[in-house]
């Protein structure tokens, strides 16, 4: 199938503006997507046509919210392959997801000795949850490296994969430098040693395949604000018998079944895991950007994003004294680099100037800056809407920068 | 004393009001930041970095009789030509001076957008440590 790139960019009402004089140039796309005008029209529709509150309310308003709710839900369930919509679990973001697992899976489940492995391609919200329940519990964390390409080691992994291993907490793709982590491959591995497995699929969703079935995955979390849906909402999917077995998170409304002063017996899934009212506009919303994307085709959307990778890829390697960091062979389109002797962020300020938002700085990714050696870099992240023209418009504004700054 | 605050401020606006685009201008404090001699290693503690911005920017202060003298360095270099403005405007004043110090020209010659509140744009930030500083100098 073949993308008509230019009728494509007509759904994104966002990108048809001029910053600071020039056309805006969009490679942010791995901090937050943009949004098809049926995303937009679907909340706007939501709050002018069905605005209720779900679940408990008996009259139409509510009746309709609930089913478009509830219809997200189902959305999302055939979006991963899951098995059952009961196991979508609905939270605020990825950082949501890997908090609840943190704090209920965590908490029934780590003790002191055991290990959870994270890798050294971690960012902050997959990284600090676990050391915040590591420390209340004793747990110790062990760190799976990374090469020089940005790949992880897994001779490594195996070698720190044993009994006392009670979870691996990785990310399908590195936000910072784009690599694709072998996630099958991992996830059989930990479960040959018994752990389980949660993937931080933030930077994946909107580019690759995701079967939590056939791929076995325990937890899977992620945003829908990275998938072209609203900010505020996430998913956290889990395996049945682990979301049975684990205590609610938060307490309030919606979670529970029966309350009385001497004690509460808790709702069923996915609703033990949902206190109080959500977040039901962007939900709703949601279901209209999983339905774009499917309409598109994620392949055909994933092909068109890794032409413009290697494309950007080529022209970048042009510039003498660009290094570019990360340089896996699997890849998604991001592409993460320094410039000798000048500051990554003294470029992201320039480049603003010609109308062209990339990001600057470490990426929420501190310990990988640190392996590097680097205090941040530059990184452009690609969407399928985005061009080879806006790629050699920001190649010229790059080489401008450089030499406005040497 | 040279010149006030005040009399820096428009100074500042008169050479920034000879450029006619925004290359132009940032050219300029690329080069201001160039110019601004490099703070001393011993300097560069980790006390005297100031928080919240992308790039490590590193502010000393230090009274020379009445006066605030302020020495600065940034990993950026357009970072370090705002700061060499601020430092051009503030330093050298008294700590009252400085504290009621209305940094209008920051506005005026097009930079306002690096007041914004993002971790990236830590110009607040560096205006702020230096009122502190002052108000620190006042109470001793």
């Keep these: 199938m073949t993308l008509d790139i230019q009728k494509i960019r007509a759904d994104?009402?966002?990108?048809?503006?001029?910053?600071?004089?020039?056309?805006?140039?969009?490679?942010?796309?791995?901090?937050?997507?943009?949004?098809?005008?049926?995303?937009?029209?679907a909340l706007s529709h939501y709050y002018a046509s069905d605005n209720a509150n779900i679940h408990r309310g008996i009259h139409a308003l509510a009746e309709r919210a609930t089913t478009a709710f509830e219809l997200t839900r189902t959305k999302i369930k055939e979006f991963i392959?899951?098995?059952?919509?009961?196991?979508?679990?609905?939270?605020?973001?990825?950082?949501?997801?890997?908090?609840?697992?943190?704090?209920?899976?965590?908490r029934a489940n780590f003790s002191t000795g055991d290990k959870i492995l994270i890798s050294n391609l971690e960012h902050h919200s997959n990284i600090v949850p676990w050391q915040m329940i590591a420390e209340e519990k004793g747990a110790i964390i062990e760190v799976i490296p990374v090469d020089e390409r940005g790949v992880l080691d897994l001779e490594a992994y195996r070698n720190l994969l044993d009994a006392s291993v009670k979870l691996v907490a990785v990310n399908h793709v590195s936000n910072a430098i784009g690599t694709i982590n072998p996630i099958a491959e991992m996830i059989q591995l930990a479960h040959a040693h018994g752990a389980k497995v949660l993937i931080d699929g933030a930077q994946s969703i909107a580019h690759l395949d995701i079967d939590v079935q056939a791929l076995d995955i325990d937890f899977f979390a992620f945003s829908a604000h990275k998938l072209f849906g609203p900010t505020g909402v996430g998913v956290l999917y889990g395996k049945r018998e682990l979301l049975e077995s684990m205590p609610p998170y938060q307490g309030g409304g919606e979670m529970i079944?029966?309350?009385?002063?001497?004690?509460?017996?808790y709702n069923e899934l996915p609703y033990k895991f949902e206190a109080g009212t959500p977040n039901i506009a962007d939900v709703i919303a949601l279901s209209a950007a999983i339905d774009y994307v499917n309409a598109l085709s994620k392949e055909a959307l994933f092909t068109q994003e890794l032409a413009l990778l290697a494309y950007a890829t080529e022209q970048l390697s042009t510039i003498p004294g660009l290094r570019i960091i990360g340089t896996a062979p699997d890849k998604i389109a991001v592409i993460s680099f320094v410039m000798d002797g000048i500051h990554p962020q003294d470029l992201g300020v320039l480049l603003d100037k010609f109308g062209i938002a990339i990001r600057t700085g470490h990426h929420c990714v501190q310990p990988l800056m640190k392996r590097?050696?680097?205090?941040?870099?530059?990184?452009?992240?690609?969407?399928?809407?985005?061009?080879?023209?806006?790629?050699?418009l920001f190649v010229k504004a790059l080489r401008r920068s450089i030499n406005m700054l040497q | 004393m040279a010149q006030s605050i005040q009399e820096?401020?428009?100074e500042l606006i008169v050479e920034f009001g000879l450029f006619d685009d925004w290359a132009d201008k940032y050219e300029y404090l690329i080069d201001l930041g160039k110019k601004l001699p490099s703070?001393?290693?011993?300097?560069?503690?980790?006390?005297?970095?100031?928080k919240g911005c992308q790039s490590r920017v590193w502010l000393h202060a230090e009274k020379q009789g009445d006066q605030i003298v302020f020495e600065a360095d940034s990993e950026a270099v357009i970072v370090k030509g705002l700061?060499?403005?601020?430092?051009?405007?503030?330093?050298?004043?008294?700590?009252?001076?400085?504290?009621?110090?209305?940094?209008?020209?920051?506005?005026?010659?097009?930079?306002?957008?690096?007041?914004?509140?993002?971790?990236?744009?830590g110009l607040l930030s560096m205006v702020k440590q230096m009122k502190n500083y002052a108000l620190a100098f006042s109470a001793k």
């Design chain 2, 83 to 121: 700061i060499s403005m601020l430092i051009r405007v503030l330093s050298h004043h008294s700590a009252e001076e400085i504290m009621k110090a209305d940094l209008y020209f920051i506005d005026q010659i097009g930079m306002s957008q690096h007041l914004a509140q993002t971790r990236s744009n």
């Design chain 1, 257 to 265: 079944k029966e309350v009385s002063f001497e004690g509460t017996t």
């Design chain 2, 8 to 10: 820096t401020q428009e």
């Design chain 1, 12 to 41: 994104f009402p966002v990108l048809d503006q001029q910053v600071n004089g020039s056309p805006l140039i969009y490679f942010d796309n791995a901090a937050t997507t943009q949004k098809p005008k049926s995303v937009i029209d």
């Design chain 2, 39 to 50: 703070l001393s290693e011993d300097l560069k503690t980790e006390e005297n970095v100031i």
């Design chain 1, 372 to 392: 590097f050696g680097l205090p941040g870099t530059c990184r452009a992240s690609f969407a399928f809407y985005n061009t080879f023209e806006e790629i050699d």
């Design chain 1, 81 to 106: 392959n899951a098995p059952s919509s009961d196991q979508i679990i609905l939270t605020a973001g990825t950082t949501g997801s890997i908090n609840l697992v943190a704090q209920t899976f965590g």
